[in-house]
């Protein structure tokens, strides 16, 4: 049977890159995001990449998803997209803004997982994670929430799909030069306190390349275990070495 990958949030980014380099490597990828246009340039020149543009926040946007695989296999499935938004304290945050935070960070990726369940065994589930998952940064409330439950997704999922033959992984992977990064530099140090030290490390290129996290993401699930696969959040900055990658 074919298989095909899944990549949420494939539009630009790591996503992007990460499609390119399983399609150049012979692989099916579906691209999986709202903007159709965004979508259409990652597949450019790459005829291995299929698109769908949904929002996977929305239950008909995880359907179309399904639709578009037919009865094929998944290989990996992974959930890249994610919503920084509401920025600021969350003395101040709204119920829609809060909820519209976890349909993107939370909900997606749960029930776009259980709506594929079948197509899964034998194959990988990535969560991308973020060190917010596992510390208080003020002013991203709304995100380090959404991020620790889906860090405990992660480790809940490992357990539970395991004797299904489905193996469940997260990957952290640094603080990568994206659109996400862009949008954090516009914030108000008011809303958050942190701001500078973003700005700064944009200015001194410290950034990690989304070509760079994309060969470790790759590696992460071609080059592993299934044991090792899920037994921990995978690191970019303590286990890039590992890989070869510099």
Request: charged share 25%.
């Given at each position: 049977m ?5 990549i ?7 996503g992007?890159a990460?499609?390119r380099?399983?399609a150049g490597?012979g ?9 159709r246009l965004?979508?259409e340039?990652?597949?450019e020149g790459?005829?291995g990449i299929?698109v769908?543009a ?6 008909a946007?995880?359907d179309?998803?399904?639709?578009a695989?037919?009865e094929?296999?998944?290989?990996y ?6 919503r920084?938004e509401?920025?600021?304290p969350l003395a101040?945050?709204?119920v ?19 709506a594929l369940l079948?197509?899964?065994?034998g ?8 060190g917010?998952?596992h510390?208080?940064?003020p002013?991203w409330?709304?995100y380090c929430?959404s ?17 299904r033959?489905i193996a469940?992984?997260?990957v952290?992977?640094g603080?990568v030069d994206?659109?996400m ?5 516009e ?33 992460v ?7 090792a ?6 690191d970019?900055?303590e286990?890039?070495?590992?890989f070869g990658?510099?």
């Amino acid at each position: 049977m074919e298989t095909v990958s899944v990549i949420t949030g494939g539009g630009s980014g790591v996503g992007r890159a990460l499609a390119r380099r399983l399609a150049g490597a012979g692989g099916r990828v579906l691209v999986v995001g709202r903007r159709r246009l965004a979508l259409e340039e990652t597949a450019e020149g790459h005829d291995g990449i299929e698109v769908v543009a949904a929002d996977i926040a929305e239950a008909a946007g995880r359907d179309s998803v399904a639709t578009a695989l037919g009865e094929r296999a998944v290989r990996y499935l992974v959930h890249n997209a994610g919503r920084l938004e509401p920025v600021g304290p969350l003395a101040g945050v709204s119920v829609g803004a809060w909820r519209a935070s976890q349909a993107v960070n939370v909900e997606a990726p749960l029930f776009l997982t259980q709506a594929l369940l079948s197509r899964l065994p034998g194959g990988r589930v990535l969560h991308v994670s973020s060190g917010a998952a596992h510390r208080a940064i003020p002013g991203w409330g709304a995100y380090c929430t959404s991020k620790a439950a889906l860090y405990m997704l992660y480790t809940v999922l490992r357990e539970e799909l395991r004797d299904r033959d489905i193996a469940v992984g997260s990957v952290r992977p640094g603080v990568v030069d994206t659109d996400m990064q862009a949008l954090i530099r516009e914030q108000d140090e008011a809303d958050f306190p942190a701001v500078a030290r973003f700005r700064a490390l944009k200015e001194a290129g410290e950034l990690e390349p989304p070509e760079r996290v994309a060969a470790f993401v790759e590696a992460v699930l071609t080059g592993t275990e299934t044991a090792a696969f899920g037994a921990e959040e995978w690191d970019i900055r303590e286990h890039a070495a590992r890989f070869g990658i510099d």
